[in-house]
């Protein structure tokens, strides 16, 4: 069984724009089930397609598993089963030997930018980069799967 062990932050876009960037993907996800107990996703990159089932999430652990899909089948998923579709950009910033994942966020959710360290364990420590700001690890409207449902743009207060 395959254990997530992530934690997210909001990103200051101001240090971030002084940040540079060697690797970055175009992600198109779409959710075929979507509730606070499980989540099944589609995820299109530039090379790849995954299909992602995730259980509910105790702290900051949850069980997923994922597993490569073709391309094109990737496509008809997200076509033909995903009410709505996140873009965005990822980034691949390694600060202190810890991968982070930075996500900017396109379309319906635009302006929002969310950056995500995936750990070993719960208690594992970490330095935070300069460009990392609020943790918002626990507030669920930042999950991938509320912003297809709830997009940012729809947000009252930012």
């Keep these: 069984m395959g254990i997530e062990i992530e ?4 990103v200051n876009k101001e240090k971030w724009s002084q940040v540079t960037k060697e690797k970055q993907s175009l992600y198109r996800q779409g959710y075929i ?12 990159t530039d090379t790849a397609a995954f299909l992602t089932i995730k259980g509910l999430s105790v702290g900051i652990s949850r069980t997923e598993f994922e597993y490569n899909i073709p391309v094109a089948d990737a496509q008809q998923l997200l076509d033909d089963f995903c009410d709505s579709v ?5 980034y691949f910033i390694t600060h202190d030997n810890k991968l982070w ?6 379309g319906e959710n635009e302006g929002l930018m969310v950056a995500e360290i995936e750990l070993e ?6 330095s935070l980069p300069g460009w990392v700001g609020k943790e918002v690890t626990s507030e669920k409207k930042y999950s991938n799967s509320n912003l297809a449902k709830n997009p940012y743009k729809n947000w009252s207060q930012k």
């Design 7 to 10: 934690r997210k932050f909001l």
């Design 33 to 44: 089930v979507s509730d606070p107990e499980k989540t099944i996703r589609v995820r299109l």
């Design 86 to 90: 996140v873009s965005k950009i990822r």
């Design 101 to 106: 994942e930075v996500d900017e966020f396109l």
């Design 121 to 126: 364990s719960e208690d594992e420590s970490f």
